[in-house]
């Protein structure tokens, strides 16, 4: 996937660029199961390699109990707007973080399946870069907090496909393919007719 060298190149350059005193924020966003994570963790060992401290944040731990992101009502509009708790996740986590290069954090912390909030700690020490990879980053009100956007680009056809074979909601392949084009697919839709996520992204990698 990363073969292209430019795209580590082009986050080298901006960190090199910016203050030290301070982390460089990279949002690596698409939609679900496009190839998010997998992406994310590429690029972090090569900016590790380079001599750089990483810190690598999935915004998936900061999603909402279903009981609150799923609503049978509008399943597409109220995932896009109550899946992910970004006020949070910025607040307590990301901007600390991005300002100081280091954050000792206890957060509450859930997945797609979870019925109650877990304890994650978040510890991290003079972070060079931190890479923010997750869906919907780039709504218009949290696209000001990136230093740097990368989009995956990926088509529903081929995400569907690496979902099912993934596994990781732990959904059986029918509920795996009624959950994305229930839920996830159409509310990238919205995303994508509200945002343009894609325009508004620095870099575009095809996945």
């Not at 600390?96 to 909030?117: E, H, M, Q, V, Y």
């Not at 159409?186 to 945002?195: E, G, K, W, Y």
Request: glycine share 4%.
């Amino acid at each position: 996937m990363l073969e292209d060298v430019s795209v580590t190149s082009a986050i080298i350059e901006k960190r090199e660029a910016l203050s030290p005193q301070r982390s460089l924020l990279v949002a690596v966003s698409g939609i679900d199961a496009s190839g998010k994570g997998f992406i994310t963790q590429q690029l972090a060992e090569r900016l590790r390699k380079a001599g750089w401290n990483v810190a690598v944040i999935s915004a998936d731990d900061w999603l909402n109990l279903p009981k609150v992101c799923v609503n049978s009502d509008n399943y597409a509009e109220h995932f896009y707007e109550h899946a992910i708790r970004f006020d949070e996740m910025f607040k307590q986590l990301i901007m600390p973080l991005k300002r100081n290069r280091g954050i000792s954090l206890t957060a509450d912390c859930a997945d797609a399946r979870a019925t109650a909030f877990r304890k994650e700690r978040y510890d991290f020490r003079n972070i060079d870069v931190v890479l923010l990879e997750g869906i919907f980053l780039f709504k218009s009100t949290y696209r000001h907090h990136f230093d740097q956007t990368i989009w995956i680009d990926c088509s529903f056809k081929s995400a569907l496909q690496r979902a099912i074979k993934r596994g990781q909601e732990g959904l059986s392949r029918e509920e795996t393919v009624r959950a994305f084009q229930t839920i996830y697919f159409p509310a990238q839709a919205i995303h994508t007719a509200r945002d343009n996520p894609r325009e508004a992204a620095d870099i575009v990698l095809t996945n």
